[in-house]
């Protein structure tokens, strides 16, 4: 990978700096980014505003990293704004990256749609990430920061806090999601001083019942229930409600606790936490023989325990884990984390996500070697429809089918279910 800001500015530059022309809030981080993001562009919406928003990598297909008011942009819309960067990016010979091409055309299509507002996720990092292009964000969002992509953004996670930290301006608010580690903090904080950058440290919300939650802040006290489960929804959700809480402050926008409310409820993110049952997806049943199966893309080791954690609170008597992964990721690590004795493990690879050559799966065999002597049985197969059979030959009262490891292979699953 190539990184650096000079091919993304001068791609902007030749479009007529698109980005200039709406309100952005960039968000950084580890873990939390998506779902951080959906609340806000879902809150936004719910307040009559036109939003724009930027996440990747794409679930389905490449045009699902581009939203427009809640919904993928079309196919037609996302090739022309594709072939139009394209041109520009050959005509000049810019350079620029596939990746990059991809936030040249969110902002074209952003433009075109004169959207009011733009919720835009980093894509790796911060400081070197193509989407820092941007000059004058109205707010910065650093979410939870793990260990993750070390051999890019640093071996320590101090280091990996300060390449997040990159995406802080001048005079621009900055949100911190509550961190695992204090050295993290004092990472971010200490940035936010030395860039001027105003900063809040968010307080996690508390569960009053639930899917209920209640954030209290000095004049205000919110109340709003959640779809998306897990208790670090609770942090996620509070990030999001204190970004939109400041921007209301500084009169960016108007909201209503109602309208917030009912914004949060109406966030969806898939891949997270996700409960798929045969009421809504009945192929699971006629094809695996499953009444359910929890989807979770967790592949770092802070998403893992959160995943784990989830899973203790369900008190089944054996786990199916559905297992793939992205090479280079620590396959051992996410074993250890994960699985218990009476578990089953079955491997799988991921289909080459389109457009994204870099992205490799892990072997299946090599997942089935690390999980052989944690798991009561393991078994690797060759495609996910395979091990999806398996998991419903095998998968009596009591036990629970999980898929995780990766959102490419999330994105297989959803695919079959389409």
């Known amino acids: 990978m190539n990184f650096g800001l000079e091919r993304i500015h001068t791609l902007l530059e030749a479009l007529n700096r698109p980005d200039e022309r709406m309100q952005i809030v960039h968000v950084a981080g580890t873990n939390g980014k998506g779902s951080v993001c959906a609340y806000i562009a879902s809150v936004l919406l719910t307040c009559g505003y036109t939003v724009g928003r930027f996440n990747s990598p794409h679930l389905i297909e490449p045009r699902d990293s581009i939203n427009l008011n809640g919904q993928a942009t079309t196919q037609s819309l996302y090739d022309e704004a594709i072939a139009a960067v394209s041109e520009i990016n050959t005509l000049r010979a810019i350079g620029a990256s596939s990746f990059e091409c991809?936030?040249?055309?969110?902002?074209?299509?952003?433009?075109?749609?004169?959207?009011?507002?733009?919720?835009?996720?980093?894509?790796?990092?911060?400081?070197?990430?193509?989407?820092?292009?941007?000059?004058?964000?109205?707010?910065?969002?650093?979410?939870?920061?793990?260990?993750?992509?070390?051999?890019?953004?640093?071996?320590?996670?101090?280091?990996?806090?300060?390449?997040?930290?990159?995406i802080m301006k001048s005079g621009c608010p900055v949100v911190i999601s509550p961190q695992e580690s204090s050295s993290v903090v004092n990472v971010l904080v200490e940035h936010a001083k030395k860039t001027g950058s105003p900063y809040k440290l968010v307080q996690p919300s508390r569960f009053i019942s639930q899917n209920l939650c209640k954030l209290d802040f000095d004049q205000v006290h919110y109340t709003y229930p959640i779809s998306l489960v897990g208790d670090y929804q609770r942090m996620n959700s509070a990030t999001a409600v204190?970004?939109?809480?400041?921007?209301?402050?500084?009169?960016?926008?108007?909201?209503?606790?109602?309208?917030?409310?009912?914004?949060?409820?109406?966030?969806?993110?898939?891949?997270?936490?996700?409960?798929?049952?045969?009421?809504?997806?009945?192929?699971?049943?006629?094809?695996?023989?499953?009444?359910?199966?929890?989807?979770?893309?967790?592949?770092?080791?802070?998403?893992?325990?959160?995943?784990r954690r989830y899973i203790d609170s369900l008190n089944a008597s054996r786990i199916i884990w559905i297992i793939g992964s992205t090479e280079g990721k620590d396959i051992r690590e996410m074993i250890k984390q994960l699985v218990k004795e009476n578990d089953v493990v079955l491997s799988v690879p991921f289909t080459q996500p389109v457009g994204m050559p870099w992205i490799q799966s892990t072997s299946s065999s090599e997942i089935k070697e690390e999980a052989q002597d944690k798991a009561k049985y393991v078994e690797c197969f060759t495609n996910l429809k395979d091990a999806l059979c398996k998991a419903g030959s095998i998968c009596n009262e009591g036990c629970i089918v999980v898929l995780c490891g990766s959102l490419y292979l999330a994105a297989d699953l959803y695919r079959i279910l389409l």
């Open 242 to 307: 204190t970004a939109l809480d400041w921007m209301y402050q500084k009169q960016l926008i108007k909201m209503d606790p109602e309208q917030l409310a009912i914004g949060m409820k109406e966030t969806r993110w898939p891949g997270r936490l996700d409960w798929i049952a045969k009421e809504d997806k009945p192929l699971i049943k006629s094809l695996f023989n499953l009444d359910r199966i929890l989807v979770d893309g967790a592949h770092n080791p802070q998403a893992t325990v959160a995943l």
């Open 102 to 166: 991809l936030v040249g055309a969110a902002f074209y299509i952003f433009d075109k749609a004169k959207v009011e507002f733009v919720v835009l996720e980093v894509g790796l990092g911060g400081l070197l990430d193509a989407t820092n292009a941007i000059r004058h964000p109205v707010m910065t969002i650093i979410t939870a920061i793990g260990l993750d992509h070390a051999n890019i953004l640093g071996n320590t996670i101090e280091d990996i806090a300060t390449a997040k930290a990159g």
